[in-house]
């Protein structure tokens, strides 16, 4: 929490427009300080999509609140769907959690008015969409915020996996003055100075105020994710040229959604996903790949359908049980190279073809 960290927190606030960031252990603790700076807590309802990391399910049912699962808009886009959020509104309602799947952004501008009417928090669940833009109602120009910067807060996640990767790590950012002091206090046990403040003399004791964490992040990491952040944008148009190349091949493969194609605007492109004819399709293709020593991986089970969330008794949410059911996630990183993509992408319609 020294100067390495002050300067990550304050080049990543510049980045993304805004006033306060946080560097956290965790994107599950940077959930976990929206929550409880948020004030929600037992009784409250929090909507969320049911296809999502289970990180915003667990730190919502960790406070004490009762996530209540979102279907997603389509199979083409799985992001949360605004009819259905607005369906499951109650008077418990207190906070909407979104998820940018892939990068790609929620329908930001019905989801922030239904918040703005109905007095809700707008949590973005963001690890997905570091360097993602906002785009007007009409899809066509940036509205100049980044995803993470539409909501009262935006959580953020370093795991390795992600387009920002520092091993582990998070970040939690707000423009609220008084969410900013919250958060400062929990990330640190509530206490009013730290370690760092009186190794430089500028305090000799510190006062407890809130029951906090440690969620700190240390000067190594930091370090690690500057260097990151400056890698960042080139990263991202990577991957955009690299997934564009995986729409072009697919497209001719009979049967395949693939999310999101051709959408208008700046996704960060977190990972390529394709949505298989059925189940059982989805099943031959992974299979298939695996005998190809292509890696696949599912982003994600739907969440009322782990055991521990079973007793939220969600037995609606057609769409993203057969989203979770069909969908796989292909092989993107920056440093892919173009003749494993296209190895990917033959090995995918050779499955399929094999299947009919
Ligand atoms: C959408 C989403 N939310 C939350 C998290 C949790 O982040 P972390 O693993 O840093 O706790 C992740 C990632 O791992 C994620 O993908």
């Given amino acids: ?60 049912t960790l406070v004490g609140a009762q996530p209540v699962f979102a279907d997603i808009v389509a199979l083409a886009e799985p992001t949360i769907d605004p009819a259905h959020v607005e369906r499951l509104l109650t008077p418990r309602t207190r906070a909407l959690v979104v998820m940018h799947y892939g990068g790609h952004l929620c329908r930001m501008a019905e989801l922030a008015a239904l918040c703005r009417e109905r007095d809700l928090v707008l949590i973005e669940d963001a690890p997905h969409a570091l360097g993602a833009r906002y785009l007007d109602p009409a899809g066509r120009t940036p509205h100049g915020r980044h995803a993470g910067a539409l909501g009262d807060v935006g959580c953020f996640s370093f795991f390795s996996n992600k387009n920002l990767a520092t091993g ?12 900013a002091e919250r958060i400062r206090l929990l990330r640190s046990h509530g206490m009013t100075t730290l370690t ?20 700190r992040f240390d ?3 930091a370090a690690i994710g ?23 091949s697919l497209a001719e493969v009979p049967g395949l959604i693939l999310p999101f194609h051709g959408r208008p605007g700046e996704s960060a492109h977190h990972i390529m996903v394709a949505v298989a004819p059925s189940a059982d399709e989805r099943r031959t293709i992974v299979e298939h790949l695996i005998t190809q020593r292509i890696q696949t991986s599912l982003h994600y089970p739907c969440i009322p359908d782990f055991t521990g969330f079973a007793q939220t008794g969600d037995d609606r949410l057609p769409l993203s049980r057969e989203f979770a059911s069909r969908t796989i996630t292909l092989p993107l990183y920056p440093d892919l190279p173009q003749p494993a993509l296209r190895t990917v992408c033959e090995e995918m319609a050779a499955a399929l073809e094999r299947v009919s």
Avoid: C
């Avoid at 582990?168 to 969410?179: A, C, K």
């Avoid at 760092?196 to 969620?215: K, L, P």
């Fill in 196 to 215: 760092w403040d009186r190794h430089q003399g500028r305090a000799h004791s510190y006062d407890v105020v809130a029951h906090g964490f440690n969620y």
């Fill in 168 to 179: 582990e790590g998070g970040m939690i950012v707000t423009d609220r003055d008084d969410l």
């Fill in 1 to 60: 929490m020294g100067p390495e960290v002050a300067a990550f927190e304050a080049e990543f606030a510049e980045f993304l427009g805004v006033r306060h960031a946080f560097a956290v252990a965790s994107g599950t603790a940077a959930l976990h300080l929206a929550l409880l700076s948020t004030g929600i807590g037992p009784g409250d309802e929090v909507i969320q999509p049911a296809v999502n990391f289970v990180a915003a399910a667990n730190m919502t």
């Fill in 226 to 248: 500057r260097v990151q952040l400056e890698k960042l944008p080139a990263g991202n148009t990577r991957r955009e040229a690299l997934v564009r190349e995986y729409w072009r």
């Fill in 219 to 221: 000067e190594m990491r």
